[in-house]
């Protein structure tokens, strides 16, 4: 056989087998889903008191602000019970996911487009929905449909939200400013979850009053609405490993201390 010949086999050969991968990944995953039930969502329960409070306020019909140690799965539970609102068709359609960008509070400073940039902020929920509805591609194709909205703290004067789930992460990371910002948004039948720990801000209130955290603020103002629930984690709440429950006890001690 001549060389020429050879080298077009190996590149048929090389071929088939990429397009045998890929049919092999696409019939793994399957088509894109673009609807979804309450029964596409995996079933979870409650491990520590406090998980149970949130699950308590939340089916109670309360706005509820997370907070505490990190580790003790309020972003994960957050998620879960607004897919749930939402997959449930109790009135409210779309899931509004917002984050901060601070340190720098500008993503001008990060590579790539607009798009990707703000694709940074949202590595954490790729998994989440990944481990609640079970596929990999779940948080992209929710977003794609849109189920899911991702938006930063930066881009947010005059949107209004109705018949929607917000969920405000990383709160501690907001000043009040901010969060206000967000809660104003809030349109008809609209519920929001706050999630926030103030040991883990990266704010440092040194300077003026828009680097300081928010966090103290909005929850003294939840105690005077009866619209909001509180629901306070310790480290005796920490599920994600028993290093984790070590470590930020010994931090919170510290800084404590």
Known sequence: MSRKRQNGTAKQLEYLEMSLV???????DGPKKKKWS???????RPLTPSQED???????????????SAGTGKTFLAFYLALQDVLTQQGRNKIILIRSVVPTRD????????????????L??????????GRASTYNDMKEAGVIEFKVTSFLRGLTWPNSVIILEEAQNLNFHEIDSVMTRLGDDSRIIVTGDTFQTDL?????????SGMADLLKV????????????TRYDIVRSNF???WVTAVEQNQAA
């Open 204 to 212: 440092d209130g040194r300077r003026t009053r828009s680097d300081m």
């Open 107 to 122: 993503i001008g400073f990060l590579p790539g487009t607009l798009e990707e940039k703000i694709a940074t902020y949202e």
């Open 222 to 233: 939840a105690q005077d609405m009866e619209e909001f629930e509180t629901v306070q984690f």
């Open 124 to 133: 954490p929920y790729h998994d989440i929905c990944w481990e609640l509805v």
């Open 22 to 28: 890929m049919n092999g990944k696409a019939m793994e």
């Open 244 to 246: 984790v429950k070590s």
């Open 38 to 44: 309450k029964h596409d969502l995996a079933s979870i």
């Open 54 to 68: 949130l699950f308590h306020a939340w089916v109670s019909g309360k706005n509820v602000i997370a907070h505490g």
